[in-house]
Protein backbone atom coordinates (compact mmCIF):
# COMPACT_ATOMS: atom_id res chain seq x y z
CA UNK A 1 0.00 0.00 0.00
CA UNK A 2 0.81 3.47 -0.48
CA UNK A 3 3.74 3.03 -3.61
CA UNK A 4 1.37 4.30 -5.97
CA UNK A 5 2.80 7.22 -7.80
CA UNK A 6 1.85 10.36 -6.36
CA UNK A 7 0.56 13.04 -9.47
CA UNK A 8 3.05 14.95 -11.21
CA UNK A 9 5.28 16.97 -8.33
CA UNK A 10 5.96 20.79 -9.42
CA UNK A 11 7.26 21.57 -6.55
CA UNK A 12 9.21 19.65 -3.35
CA UNK A 13 10.35 20.79 -0.31
CA UNK A 14 13.84 19.80 0.87
CA UNK A 15 15.69 19.55 4.02
CA UNK A 16 18.99 19.23 5.44
CA UNK A 17 21.00 16.47 6.89
CA UNK A 18 23.79 16.38 9.58
CA UNK A 19 27.43 18.05 8.67
CA UNK A 20 25.07 21.15 7.34
CA UNK A 21 25.48 22.87 10.68
CA UNK A 22 27.52 25.99 11.19
CA UNK A 23 27.80 28.59 13.90
CA UNK A 24 25.57 32.03 13.39
CA UNK A 25 22.93 30.23 11.45
CA UNK A 26 19.40 30.81 12.83
CA UNK A 27 20.34 34.38 12.66
CA UNK A 28 16.65 35.26 11.35
CA UNK A 29 15.26 33.93 14.75
CA UNK A 30 15.95 36.91 16.56
CA UNK A 31 14.27 39.17 14.97
CA UNK A 32 11.23 36.79 13.55
CA UNK A 33 9.21 35.95 16.75
CA UNK A 34 7.65 32.67 14.95
CA UNK A 35 11.18 31.03 14.53
CA UNK A 36 12.03 32.24 18.54
CA UNK A 37 9.37 30.61 20.06
CA UNK A 38 10.58 27.27 17.87
CA UNK A 39 14.11 27.81 19.20
CA UNK A 40 12.98 28.41 22.56
CA UNK A 41 10.34 25.57 22.44
CA UNK A 42 12.94 23.31 21.50
CA UNK A 43 15.36 24.29 23.90
CA UNK A 44 12.84 23.64 26.70
CA UNK A 45 12.97 19.81 25.62
CA UNK A 46 16.08 19.81 25.15
CA UNK A 47 17.19 21.61 28.48
CA UNK A 48 19.63 24.72 26.64
CA UNK A 49 19.39 27.86 25.48
CA UNK A 50 19.09 26.19 21.35
CA UNK A 51 19.52 29.65 19.34
CA UNK A 52 22.36 30.67 21.86
CA UNK A 53 24.09 27.63 20.61
CA UNK A 54 23.46 27.98 16.95
CA UNK A 55 24.12 31.25 17.01
CA UNK A 56 27.81 31.44 19.42
CA UNK A 57 28.69 27.76 19.10
CA UNK A 58 31.29 26.89 19.89
CA UNK A 59 30.89 25.03 16.48
CA UNK A 60 32.55 21.80 19.31
CA UNK A 61 29.02 21.50 20.66
CA UNK A 62 27.13 22.38 17.92
CA UNK A 63 28.65 19.38 16.04
CA UNK A 64 27.42 17.01 18.90
CA UNK A 65 25.04 14.61 17.29
CA UNK A 66 22.59 14.84 20.14
CA UNK A 67 22.65 18.64 19.46
CA UNK A 68 23.30 19.22 15.87
CA UNK A 69 19.88 17.09 15.10
CA UNK A 70 17.47 18.96 16.42
CA UNK A 71 19.71 22.28 15.96
CA UNK A 72 19.09 21.08 12.13
CA UNK A 73 15.29 20.28 12.14
CA UNK A 74 14.52 23.83 14.22
CA UNK A 75 16.35 25.79 11.83
CA UNK A 76 14.93 24.02 8.87
CA UNK A 77 11.20 24.58 9.87
CA UNK A 78 12.03 28.06 11.70
CA UNK A 79 13.67 28.92 7.67
CA UNK A 80 10.47 27.59 5.98
CA UNK A 81 8.25 29.75 8.56
CA UNK A 82 10.55 33.08 8.14
CA UNK A 83 10.43 32.89 3.93
CA UNK A 84 6.85 32.00 4.25
CA UNK A 85 6.31 35.48 6.05
CA UNK A 86 8.45 37.49 3.53
CA UNK A 87 7.27 35.86 0.31
CA UNK A 88 4.91 33.56 -1.48
CA UNK A 89 6.70 29.98 -1.00
CA UNK A 90 5.02 27.85 -4.17
CA UNK A 91 3.21 24.91 -1.93
CA UNK A 92 5.15 21.55 -2.41
CA UNK A 93 3.36 18.40 -3.22
CA UNK A 94 6.28 16.56 -1.82
CA UNK A 95 9.29 16.70 0.68
CA UNK A 96 12.56 14.95 1.61
CA UNK A 97 15.16 15.06 3.76
CA UNK A 98 18.51 13.67 3.51
CA UNK A 99 18.91 11.49 6.62
CA UNK A 100 18.16 13.50 9.75
CA UNK A 101 15.96 15.59 7.56
CA UNK A 102 13.52 12.82 6.91
CA UNK A 103 12.32 13.87 10.55
CA UNK A 104 12.00 17.51 9.53
CA UNK A 105 10.07 16.86 6.42
CA UNK A 106 7.76 15.10 8.17
CA UNK A 107 7.23 17.53 11.17
CA UNK A 108 6.69 19.97 8.17
CA UNK A 109 4.09 17.65 6.39
CA UNK A 110 2.45 16.93 9.46
CA UNK A 111 3.05 13.28 9.94
CA UNK A 112 4.89 14.16 13.34
CA UNK A 113 4.58 16.47 16.08
CA UNK A 114 7.21 19.63 16.45
CA UNK A 115 7.49 18.47 20.15
CA UNK A 116 8.12 14.51 19.01
CA UNK A 117 10.23 15.30 16.16
CA UNK A 118 12.38 17.50 18.65
CA UNK A 119 12.80 14.79 21.44
CA UNK A 120 13.08 11.67 18.53
CA UNK A 121 15.87 13.19 16.95
CA UNK A 122 17.69 14.05 20.24
CA UNK A 123 17.44 10.66 21.25
CA UNK A 124 18.21 9.84 17.39
CA UNK A 125 21.72 11.55 18.27
CA UNK A 126 22.60 10.00 21.63
CA UNK A 127 21.78 6.22 20.39
CA UNK A 128 23.93 7.18 17.50
CA UNK A 129 26.75 8.77 19.52
CA UNK A 130 26.93 5.80 22.11
CA UNK A 131 26.64 3.30 18.97
CA UNK A 132 30.16 5.54 17.71
CA UNK A 133 31.77 5.33 21.12
CA UNK A 134 31.40 1.63 21.35
CA UNK A 135 32.62 0.99 17.96
CA UNK A 136 35.84 3.15 16.36
CA UNK A 137 34.58 4.21 13.14
CA UNK A 138 33.92 6.57 10.22
CA UNK A 139 32.28 7.38 6.90
CA UNK A 140 34.28 8.70 3.78
CA UNK A 141 33.02 10.32 1.06
CA UNK A 142 34.44 8.72 -2.89
CA UNK A 143 34.65 10.92 -5.56
CA UNK A 144 34.48 9.19 -8.88
CA UNK A 145 33.11 5.60 -8.74
CA UNK A 146 29.68 4.54 -9.62
CA UNK A 147 27.28 2.30 -7.58
CA UNK A 148 28.35 -0.87 -9.04
CA UNK A 149 32.02 -0.49 -8.08
CA UNK A 150 31.50 1.08 -5.15
CA UNK A 151 29.77 -1.92 -4.06
CA UNK A 152 32.69 -4.22 -5.47
CA UNK A 153 34.62 -2.09 -3.48
CA UNK A 154 33.22 -2.81 -0.40
CA UNK A 155 32.04 -6.13 -0.15
CA UNK A 156 33.56 -9.10 2.08
CA UNK A 157 35.58 -6.90 4.07
CA UNK A 158 33.31 -6.99 7.06
CA UNK A 159 32.01 -4.22 8.63
CA UNK A 160 31.74 -1.32 6.07
CA UNK A 161 29.09 -0.57 3.35
CA UNK A 162 27.71 1.82 0.81
CA UNK A 163 26.35 4.54 3.01
CA UNK A 164 25.02 7.14 0.78
CA UNK A 165 23.93 7.21 -2.93
CA UNK A 166 24.39 11.21 -3.07
CA UNK A 167 24.68 12.18 -6.99
CA UNK A 168 26.24 10.65 -9.65
CA UNK A 169 29.43 9.47 -8.92
CA UNK A 170 29.36 10.83 -5.24
CA UNK A 171 28.90 7.64 -2.96
CA UNK A 172 29.68 7.79 0.87
CA UNK A 173 31.27 4.77 2.66
CA UNK A 174 31.10 3.96 6.01
CA UNK A 175 32.01 1.18 8.47
CA UNK A 176 34.60 -0.28 11.02
CA UNK A 177 37.78 1.92 11.29
CA UNK A 178 39.95 -1.16 9.97
CA UNK A 179 37.25 -2.31 7.40
CA UNK A 180 36.76 1.09 6.14
CA UNK A 181 40.73 1.94 5.38
CA UNK A 182 40.69 -1.61 3.15
CA UNK A 183 37.73 -0.25 1.77
CA UNK A 184 39.13 3.02 0.68
CA UNK A 185 42.38 1.18 -0.77
CA UNK A 186 39.86 -1.01 -2.97
CA UNK A 187 38.07 2.48 -4.24
CA UNK A 188 41.37 3.84 -5.34
CA UNK A 189 42.32 0.51 -6.89
CA UNK A 190 39.10 0.76 -9.07
CA UNK A 191 39.46 4.38 -10.13
CA UNK A 192 38.14 6.62 -7.64
CA UNK A 193 39.81 10.10 -8.17
CA UNK A 194 39.33 11.09 -4.54
CA UNK A 195 38.28 9.76 -0.84
CA UNK A 196 37.76 12.05 1.51
CA UNK A 197 37.21 11.66 5.52
CA UNK A 198 34.07 12.87 6.82
CA UNK A 199 33.84 15.02 10.02
CA UNK A 200 31.95 12.74 11.78
CA UNK A 201 31.99 11.01 14.92
CA UNK A 202 31.57 7.08 12.99
CA UNK A 203 29.85 4.83 10.89
CA UNK A 204 26.27 6.20 10.30
CA UNK A 205 24.30 4.40 7.88
CA UNK A 206 25.98 0.77 8.48
CA UNK A 207 25.68 -2.16 10.31
CA UNK A 208 27.76 -0.44 13.76
CA UNK A 209 24.48 1.95 14.48
CA UNK A 210 22.47 -1.48 14.63
CA UNK A 211 22.85 -0.69 18.89
CA UNK A 212 21.05 3.12 17.77
CA UNK A 213 18.60 1.32 15.24
CA UNK A 214 17.07 -0.92 17.63
CA UNK A 215 16.67 1.94 20.38
CA UNK A 216 15.02 4.17 17.42
CA UNK A 217 12.61 1.52 16.69
CA UNK A 218 11.75 1.29 20.49
CA UNK A 219 11.30 4.87 20.73
CA UNK A 220 9.04 5.64 17.27
CA UNK A 221 6.51 2.68 18.79
CA UNK A 222 5.45 5.12 20.94
CA UNK A 223 4.99 8.10 19.31
CA UNK A 224 2.10 9.09 17.65
CA UNK A 225 2.68 9.49 13.06
CA UNK A 226 -0.09 10.44 11.45
CA UNK A 227 -0.81 10.86 7.71
CA UNK A 228 1.43 13.69 6.25
CA UNK A 229 -0.85 16.40 4.16
CA UNK A 230 1.97 15.35 1.02
CA UNK A 231 4.08 12.34 0.46
CA UNK A 232 6.76 12.20 2.19
CA UNK A 233 9.67 10.09 0.31
CA UNK A 234 12.28 7.60 2.29
CA UNK A 235 15.69 7.44 2.53
CA UNK A 236 16.02 3.90 2.31
CA UNK A 237 14.14 3.08 -0.51
CA UNK A 238 12.96 6.43 -2.43
CA UNK A 239 9.55 5.55 -2.44
CA UNK A 240 6.66 8.18 -1.49
CA UNK A 241 5.38 7.26 2.26
CA UNK A 242 1.68 8.33 3.41
CA UNK A 243 1.10 5.30 5.49
CA UNK A 244 1.98 5.57 9.41
CA UNK A 245 3.24 2.02 9.77
CA UNK A 246 5.12 2.41 6.92
CA UNK A 247 6.61 5.97 7.98
CA UNK A 248 7.48 3.87 11.48
CA UNK A 249 9.58 1.38 9.72
CA UNK A 250 10.89 3.84 7.30
CA UNK A 251 12.70 5.85 9.76
CA UNK A 252 13.95 3.01 12.18
CA UNK A 253 15.62 0.99 9.24
CA UNK A 254 17.16 4.46 7.89
CA UNK A 255 19.91 4.57 11.00
CA UNK A 256 21.47 1.50 9.30
CA UNK A 257 19.94 1.66 5.98
CA UNK A 258 21.97 3.54 2.77
CA UNK A 259 20.41 7.18 2.20
CA UNK A 260 19.61 6.71 -1.29
CA UNK A 261 19.55 10.35 -2.42
CA UNK A 262 19.76 10.15 -5.83
CA UNK A 263 16.95 7.90 -6.41
CA UNK A 264 14.83 9.97 -4.19
CA UNK A 265 15.63 13.20 -6.48
CA UNK A 266 14.78 11.20 -9.66
CA UNK A 267 11.88 9.40 -7.66
CA UNK A 268 10.20 13.08 -7.07
CA UNK A 269 11.32 14.26 -10.21
CA UNK A 270 10.11 18.29 -9.74
CA UNK A 271 10.48 20.76 -11.53
CA UNK A 272 11.49 23.59 -8.47
CA UNK A 273 13.23 22.34 -5.31
CA UNK A 274 13.08 24.49 -2.25
CA UNK A 275 16.30 23.40 0.36
CA UNK A 276 15.53 24.59 3.70
CA UNK A 277 18.58 24.56 5.65
CA UNK A 278 22.24 26.16 6.31
CA UNK A 279 24.80 25.71 3.31
CA UNK A 280 23.01 24.40 0.15
CA UNK A 281 24.70 21.31 0.26
CA UNK A 282 21.01 19.52 -1.00
CA UNK A 283 21.06 22.43 -3.89
CA UNK A 284 24.24 21.13 -5.08
CA UNK A 285 22.98 17.70 -5.03
CA UNK A 286 19.93 18.10 -7.05
CA UNK A 287 21.88 19.93 -9.80
CA UNK A 288 24.44 17.17 -10.16
CA UNK A 289 21.31 14.59 -10.54
CA UNK A 290 18.72 16.86 -12.41
CA UNK A 291 20.19 19.33 -14.38
CA UNK A 292 16.49 20.57 -15.68
CA UNK A 293 15.40 21.54 -12.21
CA UNK A 294 15.16 24.78 -10.81
CA UNK A 295 16.95 24.56 -6.94
CA UNK A 296 16.55 27.42 -4.57
CA UNK A 297 18.49 27.17 -1.01
CA UNK A 298 16.71 29.07 1.87
CA UNK A 299 18.55 29.80 4.78
Known sequence: MGHDHPPMVTTAYLFSGQGAQVVGMGAFAREFEPAGKMF?????????????????????????TDLCQPALLVHGLAALEWHRSRETLSEPEAAAGLSLGEYTAHVFAGSITFEDGVSLVAKRGRFMQEACDATPSGMVAV?????????????????????????????????????????????????????????????YHSVVMRPAQEKMRQELATVRIARPRIPVYANVNAKPMTEPGEIRAALATQVCGSVLWEDTIRG???????????????AGLVRKIDGNAEVVSLE
Open 40 to 64: REAGEILGLDLLKTCLEGPQETLNR
Open 143 to 203: VGLDRERALRAVEGLGDVGVANYNAPGQIVISGEKKALEAAVAKCKDLGARRAVPLPVAGA
Open 268 to 282: IGAKKYFEFGPGGVL
